[in-house]
């Protein structure tokens, strides 16, 4: 036996039970707005209500970031990130609203070119509905098809033109509400605008709004909220009755009636065409 080793006896620690932390956690349905095709984006979690900390509370202000991709089951798309930001609780769903868009670094890598001018800028905007946001906006210099030279620089006076042109049109184009704005980046129609206006100074290839970033957003309306989660209407036309045995019935009875009346104009039509044939002959013996 050591020197200084006790004799005691010790026991032996169990070891800790392995619990799982998620089987604690409160699930909730993460729903987007109706401006994409998907109405749930996944599932997020959180600690259940305790003491004077409700669960909701802690969900309001989570922001998600989701490709359009996985929004609208599109992968043409799936570049366009855009974020969305939880506003509201209701039972088991988290209703989000827009919170910003950007570009995935692999698109906006591509979009780069050797040898020509960068034209990059970006503007604040207040839209329609209380929102005050940040574009970012990027072009570079198109090559000509008849060019001899290996580069296609633009000169810094024209450069700035260009800029003075591209923020006219983004301020003009976002004179509408956020959802109204984020549909037209959707469909790329400002780039689409910038490229044929900006011809007319100098002509840009690979326009993009690579950024939209929320700098300052209005307190939440319930109301206009749930207004971004009600279905449109859908144009329908006028209702047709079905057929019955006594609807059947009638649309016989009308057609007999119509034959009947056609024969009844025969008959008198005839009559009076053998009254003046007959007036005829008489005239003739006569004279």
Known sequence: MAIGKSKKTFKKKGRKKVVDT?????????????????GTIGRTCVNPTAGGKNSADSLKGRVYEVSLGDLNGEETKSYMMFKLKCEEVQGSNCLTNLFGMRLTR????????????????????????????????????QRNKKQIGKTTYIQTSVVKRLRKKIVEILINESRCSLPELMTKVISETIPEKIRKTSCRIYPLTNVAIHKIKVLK??????????DLYRKKKEEVGETIPRETEETTQDSENKVEVLDEKTDTNQNNQETTQTN?????NQEKKDD
């Open 217 to 226: 957003a209005p307190k939440v309306d319930l109301g206009k909220l749930m």
């Open 22 to 38: 998620l089987s604690k956690k409160q699930w909730f349905h993460v729903r987007c707005p109706n401006l994409f095709k998907r």
């Open 106 to 141: 692999d698109k906006l890598c591509s979009l780069i070119r050797k040898w020509r001018t960068l034209v990059e800028t970006h503007v604040n905007v207040k839209t329609t509905d209380g929102y005050t946001i940040r574009i970012f906006c990027i072009g570079f210099s």
């Open 276 to 280: 003046e044939n007959d007036n005829d």
